[in-house]
């Protein structure tokens, strides 16, 4: 029989995977949403479709360095020197936004912006930063940090190894750091020693490139960020002139942590876009995975395993953007930040947990994106200070008894 004249009923479209439920981005100004969504496009057309390729293959994709410029987000949080400002709810969302696609991507950003350029923007003098900050921010230098050592990671704030001697106005480096994030091919180190003489931790910035006694070996065979290029750095009487120690600090672990402070919290960020990367992945792929003749996604403990994602993912969003409000206040503290961190972290090796086992077979493959999620989530777990530090520092607030030792 034709259907000539009849109306068809055509089958209702199906809601496009959302992870912005309770719509945190529309709380910010239009030029600040801009960004995001500039950000967000830039993710999902040039970084998604070679993303895992570079990923299998344990590299960078340089091939994006020039598109990534353009985006100016370098230094984004950060006011004058060349840097575009913005409110440190925007600097969240651009994480959230990055980890959503690639949380390695996300994280060569974080090291580049958070780490080295935020370093020199704290603890730098007025010199320093007018003399560093505006190349990093155009992205003609490009920055690492390096306090994790071989044989130290969680003990860095009492036990660094790396030493500094002062001789004249030069500095003397010797020891070896580990783990440290663009430091195989970026210009720039954030180097974070012991001075023998006061016995307290100093920041060098040291150049890659071009200083005698400085070497990097790339870290090979990692299972997450596969993409993000870590190294192991050698300092073998790495010499550095005294003008290039940040001076602008307390000169001791106190800047450390206070670095540290603002990036834990993009750590929180981070998890959270990661979050949220696997679980629109997962939920895509359970509208259009057919089994028993019907999508998975028409399953009831299907939905129960997406639903708990999105708590999971909401309950985060909510927690980061609290944090925020507190950052912008002035008011974070070190253990309001370390709760995110461990919070959002843990949250999301469940999240990815969930999604990997809702792809079945397909989870561990990763073309469809949701094994990178799920074994990126490992490393963010683990960097920025561990579960275990993060609850420590949380416990230490709350207590007032120190666990550290
Ligand atoms: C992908 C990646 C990127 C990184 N990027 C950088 C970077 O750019 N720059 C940089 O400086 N570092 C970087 N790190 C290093 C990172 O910060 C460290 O790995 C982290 O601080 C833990 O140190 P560790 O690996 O030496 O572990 P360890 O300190 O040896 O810890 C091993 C285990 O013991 C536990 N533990 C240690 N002490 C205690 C205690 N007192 N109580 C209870 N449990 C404890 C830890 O929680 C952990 O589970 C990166 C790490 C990774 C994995």
Redesign the pocket.
């Known amino acids: 029989m034709g259907t000539e004249g009849k109306d068809i009923k055509q089958p209702k479209p199906l809601p496009a995977p959302n992870s912005d439920f309770y719509e945190f981005a529309e709380t910010l100004p239009a030029e600040e949403l801009a960004i995001v969504k500039k950000v967000r496009a830039y993710m999902e057309t040039k970084v998604a479709p070679i993303i895992n390729k570079y990923w299998a293959e344990d590299s960078f994709p340089f091939e994006l360095l020039p598109s990534f410029k353009e985006l100016n987000i370098a230094g984004l949080g950060l006011e004058g020197y060349g840097c575009p400002g913005g409110s440190p709810l925007l600097v969240g969302l651009v994480a959230m936004e990055m980890a959503r696609t690639d949380t390695s991507m996300a994280?060569f950003w974080g090291?580049h912006t958070g780490?080295a350029m935020e370093s020199i923007y704290l603890v730098g003098t007025e010199e320093q930063k007018q003399k560093w900050l505006p190349p990093m921010a155009r992205m003609e230098k490009i920055g690492?940090?390096?306090?994790?050592e071989p044989l130290?990671?969680?003990?860095t704030a009492g036990g660094l190894t790396t030493t500094a001697k002062r001789e004249g106005d030069t500095w003397v480096l010797n020891g070896q750091?580990?783990?440290?994030?663009n430091a195989p091919w970026c210009d720039i180190s954030i180097v974070w020693a012991r001075d023998v003489d006061d016995n307290q931790v100093k920041a060098f910035i040291v150049e890659n490139k071009t200083t005698p006694g400085f070497s990097v070996e790339k870290i090979q065979n990692?299972i997450?960020?596969k993409v993000?290029q870590?190294g192991q750095i050698t300092l073998k009487d790495v010499r550095v002139p005294d003008e290039n120690r940040l001076q602008g600090g307390k000169g001791s672990f106190r800047d450390t942590a206070l670095v540290l402070r603002g990036t834990r919290h993009g750590s929180a960020w981070e998890a959270t876009g990661l979050q949220m990367g696997a679980y629109e992945n997962a939920l895509k792929y359970a509208q259009e995975r057919l089994q028993f003749g019907k999508p998975i996604g028409s399953f009831q403990l299907v939905q129960e395993l997406l639903a708990k994602m999105l708590a999971n993912i909401v309950a985060c969003q909510c927690m980061v953007a609290r944090s925020v409000q507190l950052e912008t206040e002035g008011k974070l503290n070190d253990a309001q930040a370390a709760l995110a961190k461990a919070f959002c972290t843990s949250k999301a090796r469940e999240t990815v947990s969930w999604a990997r086992e809702l792809l079945g077979g397909n989870g561990i493959v990763v073309d469809y994106n949701v094994a990178r999620f799920f074994a990126d989530a490992e490393?963010i777990y683990?960097?920025?200070?561990?579960?275990?530090?993060q609850n420590?520092i949380i416990g230490k607030a709350i207590t007032g008894f120190s666990a550290?030792?």
């Open positions: 994280t090291v780490l690492c940090f390096a306090l994790t130290v990671g969680s003990g750091k580990r783990w440290i994030g990692k997450a960020l993000v870590n490393a683990s960097y920025e200070g561990t579960y275990q530090m420590l550290f030792v």
